[in-house]
């Protein structure tokens, strides 16, 4: 550099020179030597020699110093000192909870200011300590992903999150190699290169499988292992990582192991999640286009309303006269039906009504299932192919399809759930969607429907209903699913609504008031623990 600069100096001062003796020749009017024909083939030679002298000049002196900033930046940046993964994790982890602390601190509360409240101090107790369990439970079997912290100048590329393995399975540690940086650092070339890797939590081990002769290893196969080669071979070290291997050794159904990767005196992390997969399950139909009552069911929980539910089964025959149709019969006066592709169970009297879904989903044998009512009647807009579109979009992913009902307009609403150290804030707003369906403008994204939905028989099937609720049901179901379960509403499927007469006896029995309906939401409340439950 010193070299360049004094030349770029010498060949400037001669530039000046030869500037100078030419305008004093100009304003001597020397003529003779301003046409001399010896003179000036000398001077323009010199001239364009100073010239060029000055141009490489200056391009060597910006390169040359262009090289010894990305050196120093290098030097500088690449020190790779005091990072280490772990503590920054654990320190912005705790950051999150104070957050989320403080958030439970700022509390929820219901708009109408309703209050789930125990009837005594004994059921307060025993909520709060089953919920306590809960949570802790959620935390063991629901293992919170860790943090996935990359350094802004790391010595290394690296994969910090998103591989996953079965348990017992092995995985390389995927598109691990150094970074351009750290091969210009000194730190890099003037020691021997170590790296050491270390399964943090201690769920499986680490090996390496390399030709390489230049590089030794220590724990090859246990859950720390060193990585050593010398100096003038690090430009191994590259080939080496692409063989680094992650075996899980310690059974585990769902949960992350950590790996800890020390080069260059930091500490990066690599996250590992081990859980095991769903298997198959799949639905046998007789052809690769199989009719919709090879894939539909429909189900029908009756109590005491024999003209309602056979006028819903003879619409069912008429639109879709294959179609099976399962009821479930907890009548107190019982009638045998007998009607073509129909199943009827007969309940204990009085089952009620969850109780009575639990057992006709549990019979179900086709891929889909079409709830229903029992006073509902299908008519010429009851598509349940336009249902079946949906559900078979693998992009679209939804669990649940519902229709309109009769001349309500709308079949979803929104569950408002706020967050509190009591509990969950629930509220249901019947007047909320998630937002429109992508390329179905006739459809939203809701957390709540009407009675009149297709839905995935498997999914249901795995939420189960619980029998507590007898008589009524229909919001407890949407909370039972509110974590997993992806609803939309459409409004190209209609069915009719046809009440018909009910019994006196019906009537005392579906409705409920006073002490029952007391002791049902007193269950309500402490089944999901809410600080609150309203409708709006």
């Known amino acids: ?165 079965e348990p017992m399975q092995a995985t390389l540690l995927v598109d691990l190699s150094v970074t351009s940086s750290a091969l210009r650092s000194h730190s890099f070339w003037d020691n021997d290169v170590k790296l050491t890797f270390k399964s943090e939590h201690g769920l499986g081990v680490l090996s390496v499988v390399s030709g390489l002769k230049h590089v030794h290893v220590d724990g090859n196969t246990t859950k720390e292992m060193t990585l050593s080669l010398a100096s003038e071979h690090g430009e191994e070290l590259d080939a080496v990582l692409k063989h680094i291997l992650y075996q899980n050794t310690v059974a585990v159904h769902d949960g992350w192991d950590t790996i800890n990767v020390h080069f260059l005196e930091n500490i990066l992390n690599i996250h590992i999640r081990i859980r095991r997969k769903r298997l198959p399950y799949l639905y046998k139909t007789s052809s690769l286009s199989p009719p919709i009552h090879e894939r539909v069911t429909v189900i029908i929980k009756t109590f005491e309303r024999y003209e309602q539910v056979n006028k819903l089964m003879d619409s069912v025959n008429k639109f879709y006269p294959d179609m099976t149709m399962i009821i479930a019969d907890d009548s107190v006066h019982f009638q045998k039906i007998d009607k073509k592709n129909v199943l009827q169970y007969r309940m204990p009297l009085q089952a009620g009504w969850f109780a009575g879904k639990n057992l006709l989903v549990s019979q179900v044998a086709t891929e889909f299932l079409l709830w229903a009512d029992d006073d509902f009647v299908f008519n010429e807009k009851t598509k349940l192919e336009l249902f079946m579109d949906k559900l078979d979009n693998v992009e679209l992913g939804v ?138």
Not at 28 to 33: G, V
């Open 1 to 165: 550099l010193k070299a360049t600069t004094s030349a770029y100096r010498m060949s400037h001062g001669l530039s000046r020179v030869l500037r100078r003796r030419l305008l004093l020749q100009y304003r001597l009017k020397d003529r003779h030597s301003a046409s001399s024909g010896t003179r000036w083939p000398a001077l323009l030679v010199v001239t364009c020699v100073a010239v060029f002298a000055i141009v490489c000049a200056t391009r060597i002196a910006t390169r040359v110093s262009t090289v010894q900033t990305v050196a120093e930046r290098a030097e500088t940046s690449h020190s790779y000192r005091s990072f280490n993964s772990s503590r920054h994790a654990e320190q912005a982890r705790k950051e999150l909870t104070g957050f989320e602390q403080w958030r439970l601190d700022q509390g929820c509360s219901c708009r109408r200011g309703s209050h789930s409240t125990m009837p005594n101090d004994i059921l307060t107790k025993l909520r709060e300590r089953e919920y306590n369990r809960w949570v802790k439970r959620q935390e063991s079997v629901t293992p919170v992903s860790p943090l996935a912290l990359c350094p802004a100048h790391s010595p290394l590329q690296f994969v910090a999150s998103g591989i996953e393995i």
């Open 399 to 536: 669990d649940l399809v519902a229709g309109y009902v009769g001349a309500q307009k709308g079949c979803g609403s929104c569950l408002e759930v706020g967050r509190d150290k009591e509990g969950p804030c629930v509220t249901v707003n019947k007047r909320c969607t998630r937002g429109p369906v992508k390329g179905y403008p006739q459809c939203v994204h809701v957390d709540r429907t009407l009675n009149f939905f297709l839905a995935r028989t498997q999914a249901l099937q795995e939420t189960g209903h619980d029998p507590h609720f007898q008589h009524i049901g229909h919001t407890e179901l949407f909370l039972d699913v509110y974590h997993n379960l992806r609803c939309i509403c459409c409004s190209d499927v209609e069915v009719d609504h046809v009440h018909g007469t009910a019994s006196a006896f019906y009537n005392k029995n579906r409705n409920i008031s006073g002490k029952a309906l007391q002791d049902h939401n007193t269950y309500v409340a402490f089944k999901y623990a809410t600080k609150c439950l309203e409708y709006i």
